[in-house]
């Protein structure tokens, strides 16, 4: 930890610049402070953050569904195998593979894209473009089904309170939309094909010493968020239920 000396900030990560006004940081080499200025830290710190959760996502999506996939499994091989038993059971290999496949997919893609690999950062953007069309055919089978259902109870104001709401599907579906859009302008921006070319892929491991940090990118932080008040919804559930017993 130092303070600059131009600006007075306190840096804390990076032993080459200021982060604040990219004066030199004291006893820095020139050489490598002229590299390290050259740095997008910015843009770094963004496809660290989606490559974070490429690999986190992997490993608790992967171990999640082999631990509920050891359970059914059990469940099967313990009880004898008959014709449709074995069907399921040939089934749910296949299921498995496929699965324990895009974990690892998604792992490695996370591993080259938090190098800052082009071809990681093209694979990256045309999966969330896939995502974002399939978020766009769901948003549109939901509102289709409502609107059978919104028909079946009619104008009878007797159900009016009954009646299901769009408006949780259409907050939904705008956040989501825009999460993936937010990725896919970041990955095929100018910036980031930038980040991810050769010459700057040098100069970041001349400059090894300076990494981007992770929590300046809402790339990193919302999933984060997200994730925790997930873990404390599921948590909460679980009391509930042993709370029954
Ligand atoms: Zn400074």
Same mark, same amino acid.
């Given at each position: 930890?130092?303070?600059?000396?131009?600006?007075?900030?306190?840096?804390?990560?990076?032993?080459?610049?200021?982060?604040?006004? /990219?004066?030199?940081?004291?006893?820095?080499?020139?050489?490598?402070?002229?590299?390290?200025?050259?740095?997008?830290?910015?843009?770094?710190?963004?496809?660290?953050?989606?490559?974070?959760?490429?690999?986190?996502?992997?490993?608790?999506f992967g171990?999640g569904f082999l631990?509920l996939f050891g359970l059914v499994g059990g469940a099967l091989v313990? %009880?004898?195998l008959?014709g449709s038993s074995a069907l399921m059971a040939s089934a749910f290999g296949y299921v498995a593979m496929f699965v324990v496949a895009a974990a690892a997919g %998604?792992?490695?893609?996370?591993?080259?894209?938090?190098?800052?690999?082009?071809?990681?950062?093209?694979?990256?953007?045309?999966?969330?473009?896939? /995502?974002?069309?399939? $978020?766009?055919?769901?948003?549109?089978?939901?509102?289709?089904?409502?609107?059978?259902?919104?028909?079946?109870?009619?104008?009878?104001?007797?159900?009016?309170?009954?009646?299901?709401?769009?408006? /949780?599907?259409?907050?939904?579906?705008?956040?989501?939309?825009?999460?993936?859009?937010?990725?896919?302008? $970041?990955?095929?921006?100018?910036?980031?094909?930038?980040?991810? %070319?050769?010459?700057?892929?040098?100069?970041?491991?001349?400059?090894?010493?300076?990494?981007? %940090?992770?929590?300046? $990118?809402?790339?990193?932080?919302?999933?984060?968020?997200?994730?925790?008040?997930?873990?404390?919804?599921?948590?909460?559930?679980?009391?509930?239920?042993?709370?029954?017993?």
């Open positions: 930890m130092w303070s600059c000396d131009t600006c007075g900030r306190p840096n804390r990560h990076n032993p080459l610049i200021c982060e604040t006004c /990219g004066a030199a940081a004291p006893g820095a080499d020139a050489n490598q402070v002229n590299l390290a200025l050259q740095r997008d830290l910015a843009m770094e710190s963004h496809l660290r953050g989606l490559a974070f959760w490429y690999r986190i996502g992997a490993v608790v171990v631990v313990s %009880s004898p008959h %998604s792992y490695v893609l996370g591993h080259y894209l938090g190098r800052f690999a082009n071809g990681a950062r093209i694979a990256a953007a045309i999966l969330s473009i896939v /995502g974002l069309a399939f $978020t766009l055919l769901r948003f549109v089978l939901t509102c289709v089904a409502y609107s059978r259902l919104s028909a079946l109870y009619g104008d009878s104001s007797l159900f009016a309170d009954a009646q299901p709401s769009l408006m /949780g599907p259409i907050v939904m579906f705008v956040l989501s939309a825009l999460w993936s859009g937010a990725i896919i302008l $970041t990955l095929f921006s100018g910036r980031a094909a930038q980040v991810c %070319s050769p010459a700057y892929r040098t100069i970041v491991a001349r400059t090894a010493a300076m990494k981007a %940090s992770m929590v300046k $990118t809402p790339f990193f932080v919302v999933p984060l968020v997200v994730t925790i008040l997930a873990a404390m919804v599921v948590l909460r559930l679980l009391m509930a239920m042993r709370g029954l017993y």
